[in-house]
C-alpha cells in the first residue's frame, strides 16, 4: 500500500528532527561524518519510522528486520535514528565518540543497542546481510535484510563478490539501498573511480533494480512496497540523493564529508534546515 499523505507528513518530521540532532551530535562529538549521514537520512527514516519489523524494547527479538549499514561512517546518523525510535535516550549522544562512551564514530553492535551489525569498514555491509538473509532463508524465517551502501564504497571489489553470491543464492529477502550522492570522501565518484552505468552493473549481476530520488518518501515508500513483492532474487534500490542534503552550504560538498562545527556553522546548518521543512 503506498504512503498515504499523513505518513509523509509524520516522516517529513522525523527527517527534521533527524537532521537536527545529527548537527547536534556532530557538535557534541566535535566533529563527524555529516555529508553522508544527511544524504542516507530519508531512507533509514521510511525503514525506521514505516516499514522495518523492529521492537525498540526488545532490540534482540528474533523475529526484527536487519540493517546493516555498510557505510558505516554514516553511524552517526543511524545513532540519531535509534535514539528517536526509542531504543536509547538520546541525551546518551552528548557523549557521541567520547574517549569510554558505548558510541564510536562507527557504531559497534556490542555497544549499541539496535545495531545488527558493527561496520565501518567500507566493503563488508553487503556480505554481512547477504550471510543474514541466507540465514533467515535456511531457517524458514519471514524476516528481511536492509543495507544502506555508498557509492563511493562501490569501488571495493568485495561488494561485487557480495552481489554475486545474494543472486547465487536467490535472496529476495535482502533488500540494498545505494545512496548515489555522486561524491565520495575525494570528490566525484566519476571521477576518482567511475561507476556508471551503474544500474546497469547491478542488473547483470543478476539484482532486480529501482531508481529512485532517495529524498521522496512517495518514491522510497513505492521502491520498498516493490522490492519486497518480489521473488525472483534480491533488489537494489538505487537513491539519488544529496550529500549533506537539508544544510544548504553542505549540500554536493565532498569538503562536507566529514567535519566539525563551530557555533556559527552549527547555528548556520539548523536554521537551513528548519527553512528547508517550513519550521522557520
Ligand atoms: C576499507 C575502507 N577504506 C577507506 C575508508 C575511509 N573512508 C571512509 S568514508 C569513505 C568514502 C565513502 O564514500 P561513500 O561510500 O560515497 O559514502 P558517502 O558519500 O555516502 O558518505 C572512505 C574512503 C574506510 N572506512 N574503509
Not at 503506498?2 to 556532530?26: C, F, G, H, Y
Not at 525498540?56 to 540493517?67: H, S, V
Not at 555491509?125 to 524458514?140: E, M, N
Not at 563511493?152 to 553470491?165: D, T
Request: charged share 25%; proline share 2%; glycine share 14%.
Amino acid at each position: 500500500m503506498p504512503l498515504s499523505n499523513e505518513d509523509i507528513v509524520k516522516l517529513k518530521e522525523k527527517a527534521w528532527s533527524i537532521r537536527r540532532m545529527i548537527i547536534q551530535t556532530t557538535i557534541w562529538a566535535g566533529g563527524g561524518h555529516v555529508g553522508g549521514a544527511l544524504s542516507q537520512t530519508d531512507i533509514l527514516a521510511a525503514l525506521y519510522f514505516h516499514y522495518m519489523k523492529i521492537d525498540p524494547k526488545n532490540p534482540g527479538l528474533e523475529d526484527r528486520d536487519r540493517l546493516v549499514l555498510s557505510k558505516g561512517h554514516g553511524g552517526i546518523g543511524l545513532a540519531v535514528v535509534l535514539a528517536e525510535a526509542g531504543y536509547y535516550k538520546d541525551e546518551l549522544l552528548k557523549d557521541f565518540n567520547h574517549t569510554g562512551s558505548s558510541f564510536g564514530m562507527h557504531l559497534d553492535k556490542l555497544k549499541v543497542p539496535g545495531v545488527d551489525a558493527s561496520t565501518g569498514s567500507l566493503g563488508h555491509g553487503l556480505s554481512i546481510s547477504v550471510g543474514l538473509a541466507l540465514g533467515a532463508k535456511l531457517k524458514k524465517a519471514s524476516w528481511r535484510t536492509y543495507c544502506i551502501l555508498g557509492d563511493g564504497e562501490c569501488g571495493e571489489g568485495s561488494i561485487w563478490e557480495a552481489a554475486m553470491a545474494a543472486k547465487h543464492f536467490n535472496l529476495d529477502n535482502l533488500i540494498g539501498f545505494l545512496d548515489r550522492n555522486m561524491l565520495c570522501i575525494d570528490g566525484e565518484t566519476e571521477k576518482v573511480m567511475a561507476l556508471e552505468p551503474l544500474t546497469d552493473k547491478w542488473k547483470s549481476f543478476g539484482w532486480n533494480t529501482i531508481s529512485i530520488d532517495g529524498h521522496d518518501f512517495a518514491q522510497i515508500g513505492d521502491a520498498i512496497e516493490k522490492a519486497k513483492a518480489f521473488t525472483g532474487g534480491p533488489t537494489m534500490i538505487i537513491a539519488r540523493t544529496v550529500k549533506g542534503k537539508g544544510v544548504e552550504y553542505m549540500e554536493g560538498k565532498a569538503a562536507w564529508h566529514y567535519g566539525g562545527l563551530d557555533s556559527g556553522m552549527a547555528e548556520k546548518a539548523l536554521a537551513s534546515i528548519d527553512r528547508a521543512y517550513g519550521k522557520a
